[in-house]
């Protein structure tokens, strides 16, 4: 079956992401497109899935009758009202990270999914699909003993003007908070956030870097590094210290170069390089349970608890240096 596929929000991802359904992956085909800026929807379009129709709002592309499955790519301000649509509907949605902007909005997201009675929707954390994490997933789980403490840094070569201090949590720390639970299969108790000096790239409106202390209930200390003008290169790292040994994220595949009296490798500076094969098989995955009218992967609870986290580490933000707590309710048997 192919699954007919609308797309809201055809910017940079939506764009990139219409482009895997249309030309790399099987089993769905572009039908709807709508973007707050017309001109970009037909773009893509023209470029991309010239039999697509392009819609005035993402409502009327929902409830249009020949999309059978919706890709939320829009600004992260705008998923919710999207994303409840979508489960009004019926239709599995695929969703890119933040579920929500705020807890109460992932919050909504959950209790409307949960009354539907079955999952309709797939958050885009896709570093769960990365070839690496998968592998040091493996290794986390049955070499190193448990693990105590996690390095990590998350790094941008530059990023807009309008990208301010809050959303080094919201915008780009979402991930590490995402795949960490994935990946030591523990929740945080407290956030603290310190900040060095800022790095001279930077503008008033954003301190860069950061650098974020999530403990988890089993006692583990994460530290992460979060500079998103870094200006060398899109890097992302991470190494876990076990009882028994030390694990590290493998380095993107890189050829390695003897040249002008130096050993060197290039480093990517765009996380669509960085993690295309993982956007491929997030993307197929969705697909092949929206066939089915359901959806796998990152769920909705997994948004809502990225969303909660998110808010503690910004109040940790403003509590400069203070930890602030974590807790999250009960989990719903839908997402158990
Ligand atoms: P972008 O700014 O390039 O594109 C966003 C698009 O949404 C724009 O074309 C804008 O006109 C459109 N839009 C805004 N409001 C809309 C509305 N109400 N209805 C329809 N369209 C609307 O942004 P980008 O980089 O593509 O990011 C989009 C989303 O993808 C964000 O939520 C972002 O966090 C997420 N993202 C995820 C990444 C990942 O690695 N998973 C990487 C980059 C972005
Ligand atoms: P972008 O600014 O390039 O694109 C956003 C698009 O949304 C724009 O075209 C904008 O016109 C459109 N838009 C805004 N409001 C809209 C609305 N109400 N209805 C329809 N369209 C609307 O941004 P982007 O980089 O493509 O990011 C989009 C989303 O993808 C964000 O949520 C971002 O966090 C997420 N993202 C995820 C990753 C990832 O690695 N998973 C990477 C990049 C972006
Ligand atoms: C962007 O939206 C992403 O999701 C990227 O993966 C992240 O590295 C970047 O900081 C965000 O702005």
Not at 148 to 155: D, F, M, T
Not at 204 to 211: C, F, M, V, Y
Not at 231 to 259: F, K, N, S, T, W
Not at 301 to 321: H, I, L, N, P
Request: charged share 25%; glycine share 8%.
């Amino acid at each position: 079956m192919t699954v007919r596929i609308g797309v809201i929000g055809t910017g940079a991802i939506g764009r990139d992401h219409a482009r895997r359904i249309e030309k790399v992956l099987s089993g769905g085909k572009i039908v709807g497109l709508s973007d707050v800026n017309r001109a970009s929807a037909e773009a893509v379009r023209a470029d991309i899935a010239p039999d697509a129709v392009v819609y005035g709002t993402g409502q009327e592309l929902i409830a249009a009758g020949d999309v059978d499955a919706v890709l939320v790519t829009s600004w992260g301000a705008t998923h919710e009202e999207y994303v409840l649509a979508a489960i009004a509907a019926g239709k599995p949605c695929f969703c890119e990270k933040p579920l929500a902007t705020t807890a109460e909005g992932a919050k909504r997201i959950v209790d409307a999914e949960v009354a539907h009675g079955m999952r309709l929707v797939q958050v885009g954390f896709m570093r769960r699909y990365d070839e690496g994490y998968v592998a040091l997933k493996k290794v986390v789980d049955s070499r190193i003993g448990a693990p105590i403490i996690v390095h990590a840094a998350h790094r941008n070569p530059t990023v807009p003007q309008a990208y301010v201090t809050p959303m080094a949590i919201h915008d780009t720390l979402i991930h590490e908070i995402d795949v960490f639970r994935w990946l030591l299969e523990d929740d945080y108790v407290s956030a603290r956030v310190t900040f060095p000096r800022s790095c001279a790239r930077t503008h008033a409106k954003l301190r860069d870097p950061q650098i974020v202390t999530l403990t988890t209930a089993k006692g583990t200390v994460i530290n992460t590094e979060i500079f998103v003008n870094c200006h060398y290169g899109y890097d992302i790292q991470c190494e876990v210290v076990g009882e028994d040994g030390i694990a590290r994220l493998p380095e993107p595949v890189a050829v390695q170069m003897r040249l002008n009296a130096s050993l060197q490798n290039d480093i990517l500076t765009d996380w669509k390089d960085r993690f295309v094969a993982s956007y491929d098989v997030e993307l197929q995955d969705f697909l092949r349970a929206a066939a089915k009218g359901t959806a796998t992967g990152p769920t909705s609870w997994d948004g809502y608890m990225a969303a909660v986290t998110s808010d503690a580490c910004v109040a940790a933000q403003e509590a400069e240096g203070e930890a602030v707590s974590i807790s999250y309710p009960d989990c719903p048997a839908l997402y158990r």
